[in-house]
């Protein structure tokens, strides 16, 4: 029998900023680029408004809050997990919806990255006489937030990897045998993943090899991200599924000496096709930073080995998501997660921070960030 125990929450800022940052944290992957931001208002001991921002375009976070607490919002505290906005985007700034409402305080978690508003938020609401405490349970605001927070900033998509391989390493045996090779929670976890991002990637390899579909079938509807195939030849066939499927939209990343023709068709069936590099293989980098100006701001990574191996050696991947399965199979032709020239040194291997480790299920589940140059 356990000890009857149960931990009161306090009633306090941290209070009510932790339901701002839960409600912002489940909006993950429908707001686009945007980041995920959540408010609450609360007056004399009461909520009297909560919102969180929903999607691109539409009211930002403080403006659903501001919209059901009227009149109430008067003289309240307002907790907001992003410093609010200080310009005209696709919406007014928020920071003079607080003011005409006359709102006493605001509670922020993270200043905003985005270089027009970054501080101009806070110091206009503190010009207004509004009381500002910032920094509250910041990090769990930077945390949701780190694929914006690096798009908005640097223009390039924010990249997770995510794998699945047996303990040693393999994503298919010598006979390129693979499924399964993890269980049905690290799949359900992956399409949540894909509804997490803006886009999924994989090679022209894995494309030949299993005409994927590459869409989030989820236990509930789920948003489908845009399809990215590295494809240097431009070898895809016209009857892919990612071309005739039309469930969202199919980017092929090649190179300027590609088949005009081949582009054209491509094109015709309502795929787009982007050049970057004049030799044999993609210029990742200035592919990725295409996709950026197409308001990608966050990519799946599920490539191949050589995929996952290029993009690793060219500083490009964020982070990674490795699920191992408890099953070795053995097989030095058996293709790897992982395929670069190896390193010569133990002191040159590619390191990981801030590794997390759990299980799905019967599987294991590494999370970490590779120190990239
Ligand atoms: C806030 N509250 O809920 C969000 C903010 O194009 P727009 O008008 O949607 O503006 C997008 C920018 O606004 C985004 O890059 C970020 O700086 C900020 N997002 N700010 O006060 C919100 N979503
Ligand atoms: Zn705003």
Partial sequence: MGVFCVLLDVLNDEYYMSLALDMAAKAAGQTGINPVVGCVIVKEGRIVGIGTHLKRGEGHAEVHALRMAGAEAEGATAYVTLEPCSHHGKTPPCCERLIDAKVARVVV????????????????????????????????????????????????????????????????????????????????????????????????????????????????????????????????????????????????????????????????????????????????????????????????????????GAMLEAGLIDKMVLYYAPKLIGGDLAPSNFSFEGRKLMSEAIMLDRVQVEMAGEDICVIGYPRNR
């Avoid at 910041?138 to 694929?147: I, L, P, T």
């Fill in 109 to 308: 978690a993270a200043t905003d990255p985005n270089p027009v508003v970054s501080g101009r938020g806070l110091a206009r609401l503190r010009d207004n006489g509004i009381e500002v405490r910032e920094g509250l349970l910041a990090d769990r605001s930077h945390a949701m937030n780190e694929k914006f927070n690096k798009y908005i900033t640097t223009g390039m998509p924010f990249v997770t990897l995510k794998t699945a391989s047996t303990l040693d390493g393999k994503i298919a045996t010598v006979d390129n045998h693979s499924r399964w090779v993890t269980g049905a929670v690290a799949r359900e976890q992956t399409h949540t993943l894909r509804h997490q991002h803006n886009a999924i990637m994989v090679g022209i390899g894995t494309l030949t090899a299993d005409d994927p579909m590459l869409t989030t079938r989820a236990e509930v509807p789920a948003l489908h991200p845009a399809r990215v195939i590295v494809d240097s030849k431009l070898r895809i066939p016209l009857d892919a599924r990612v071309v005739t499927d039309k469930t969202a939209p199919t980017i092929v990343l090649t190179t300027d000496g590609a088949d005009a023709g081949k582009r054209q068709a491509l094109e015709a069936a309502g795929v787009a096709v982007v050049a970057a590099g004049d030799g044999p293989a993609v210029d990742l980098t200035a592919a990725l930073k295409e996709l950026g100006r197409r308001e990608i701001g966050s990519v799946l990574l599920e490539g191949g080995g050589k995929l996952n």
